[in-house]
């Protein structure tokens, strides 16, 4: 039986410049760090992002942007607080998709590997609700 997810593993170029993004973005906390051992296929480091097991490995980058991405859940009051520390970063951010009337708030950024995340108000049960009154 799925208990749920155990983690999310993301390949990036540069360890140290995705640790500053998840750190000072998701406000991380790092847990674990490989230094130069290689238990798994390259050097990594792991975090904890509102309890969630979120890892880094050295690797390639993504060779194109696509529209898969990782949403992370916020409150409504926090919103324009994730959204200065994106601003602040300076990550590039993707336009927002048209939305109907009542959907909750989302932003959507990239990292510096062309992993496409968001920040998300609302809830699954919220959005099948409004999607109803169509």
Not at 68 to 86: G, L, P, Q, V, W
Request: proline share 3%; glycine share 6%.
């Amino acid at each position: 039986m799925i208990e749920g997810i155990s983690h999310v593993t993301f390949i990036v170029r540069d360890l140290e410049l995705a640790t500053k993004f998840f750190k000072q973005i998701f406000e991380a906390e790092e847990v674990y760090s490989s230094g130069d051992e290689t238990f798994s296929l390259s050097r990594e480091k792991f975090f904890l992002i509102g309890g969630q097991w979120i890892a880094i490995m050295e690797g390639e980058s993504l060779p194109t942007r696509t529209y898969n991405h990782t949403a992370f859940k916020i409150s409504e009051t926090d919103f324009e607080t994730y959204k200065s520390r994106i601003e602040r970063l300076g990550v590039d951010c993707k336009p927002p998709r048209p939305r109907v009337e009542g959907e909750s708030k989302s932003l959507y950024f990239y990292d510096f590997d062309n992993h496409l995340f968001e920040i998300h108000t609302g809830t699954l049960s919220q959005r099948l609700e409004r999607y109803k009154l169509r």
